[in-house]
DNA sequence: CAGTGTGAAGGACTTCACAGCT
DNA sequence: AGCTGTGAAGTCCTTCACACTG
């Protein structure tokens, strides 16, 4: 039929890479499980600093964090050995560390395309967690919006793509475009250099392996939680359907991994 | 700042209830990965279905959601056997089956609480990819948001959520405020009685057992881009910096869960 | 002796590969 | 012959539990 296969689609996820087998040097590789919670206690991390803590064990980290401290602790083995025993871990050490594992210490410059009702939101989200994320090229094809301002951003047309996005370094795309043309934009992205994708259109994104896309569906996790709510993920529903098959994991979101927005 | 960077945790994650204990039944229980990819595939079916087609293999199917056809194939047996073997799936009846089993034949009441930038965007963002979610409810502090009507919808103050949600019949609650106060009125819900929320605020919210969290949070999103771009997922960045540790998997994100907005 | 770091055990998916319908 | 459905094997991640250190 018509429809392209799709690849790209959410949580990174590719088999291949068979776990540390870098030339010069015996990296342990992180999880990428592990690398989303990273964030989490990055962020966790600011809340503590700014409440005056200088230090924190894994079990209070964890708790504000939503996870469980084995967990944690495991988390933060794969970056190094930054806590001290007896003690817990040093909160302004801890935070730079994760800062210069997640690479935030280079900030990346991000190109969101598609500036309507979600992009707008998305353009207005200053700073995106106050962390090096500046949105710094943005684009749609509605003539009405370009040439407009956002925060003192220019927005360019889409087929501009290929001229904006290298000379303004971005290393980071958004679409928020709608279904139709995001594998479109998103083919501009990659030919453009784009290797990392943040798809907020709800279509699957074919892209070359080397490029990472990353998905944020609501109409995927409004079904997800209807599931639940119907009763098939676990039986606190009042009348549970006979019929319906039950999730093995019930309800209670703790971990995961998703993109924040507002 | 008024968009807050999300911290929920996304993709639920519940260790407990340990697979099959109904009462009357040995309902085999559906993976919550599993659950998440029969959204994915009902909307790709939708596509086909307008395409014209009437069956399809498990191998084209896959190809489009962007998964491997034997994880296509063992999630529908989840299910039940809808398949035609040397044949295929037929389209309509499978999209009915996957209705059915994520319960879309009984569409929720969803309320938004926090209708800033963001919140905006989401409560204009009608249907919620077409498909039985209609947001019934909208909730706000602010004085000047409080009142006015978006798509027809007035807006409430949040006080008054115990008394909106029961009325409208809400089961699903987005919270789309700023970090500070999404504990409160993530409270609010579930002392309304919604069991199912959807988090877009930048921190981890704490939940009775009974509740099911997913969260989107843009910030950790664009943070495990940005691990990523670093060269510390994977060595086809230019320079590949020796004192990064390597994530397990690389780019192309596959499969994975997440919330589709447009 | 409190609290980290970690081998080992345990789960939850995923992928393989093939038996079995149509 | 073609394609589904599925046991078995394999992988990734989580949880346990404990040795070890500050």
């Given at each position: 039929m018509t429809l392209p296969p799709q690849a790209g689609s959410s949580t990174a996820d590719t088999p291949g890479t068979p776990t540390g087998s870098a030339p010069g040097r015996v990296v342990r590789a992180i999880p990428e499980a592990t690398v989303a919670r990273l964030a989490v206690?990055?962020?966790?991390?600011?809340?503590?600093?700014?409440?005056?803590?200088?230090?924190?064990?894994?079990?209070?980290?964890?708790?504000?964090?939503?996870?469980?401290?084995?967990?944690?602790?495991?988390?933060?083995?794969?970056?190094?050995?930054?806590?001290?025993?007896?003690?817990?871990?040093?909160v302004a050490s801890l935070q730079h560390e994760l800062e210069r594992?997640?690479?935030?210490?280079?900030?990346?410059?991000?190109?969101?395309?598609?500036?309507g009702n979600l992009g707008h939101a998305l353009a207005g989200y200053g700073g995106f967690g106050g962390r090096g994320f500046p949105v710094t090229a943005l684009f749609?094809?509605?003539?009405?919006?370009?040439?407009?301002k956002i925060n003192g951003i220019v927005v360019h047309h889409v087929r501009d793509i290929p001229r904006e996005c290298p000379a303004a370094g971005v290393t980071i795309g958004m679409i928020?475009?709608?279904?139709?043309?995001?594998?479109?934009?998103?083919?501009?992205?990659?030919?453009?250099?784009?290797?990392?994708?943040?798809?907020?259109?709800?279509?699957?994104?074919?892209?070359p392996d080397e490029v990472e896309v990353r998905k944020v569906d609501l109409a995927v996790e409004l079904q997800v939680l209807a599931f639940?709510?119907?009763?098939?993920?676990?039986?606190?529903?009042?009348?549970?359907?006979?019929?319906?098959?039950?999730?093995?994991?019930?309800?209670?979101?703790?971990?995961?991994?998703?993109?924040?927005?507002?």
């Open positions: 206690y990055l962020r966790v991390l600011g809340q503590l600093a700014e409440g005056g803590a200088e230090t924190v064990s894994s079990e209070e980290l964890a708790s504000v964090a939503g996870v469980n401290s084995a967990k944690l602790r495991k988390d933060l083995s794969h970056i190094g050995s930054y806590g001290i025993r007896g003690v817990g871990y040093d594992v997640l690479g935030l210490d280079h900030p990346q410059a991000v190109a969101l395309v598609g500036v749609d094809v509605d003539p009405d919006l370009v040439g407009i928020a475009t709608p279904a139709q043309a995001a594998q479109g934009v998103c083919d501009k992205l990659v030919a453009a250099g784009v290797r990392s994708i943040l798809n907020f259109a709800p279509t699957v994104l074919q892209v639940h709510v119907a009763g098939r993920g676990n039986a606190a529903a009042a009348g549970v359907d006979p019929d319906a098959p039950a999730v093995s994991r019930v309800v209670n979101g703790r971990n995961g991994s998703a993109v924040p927005l507002s």
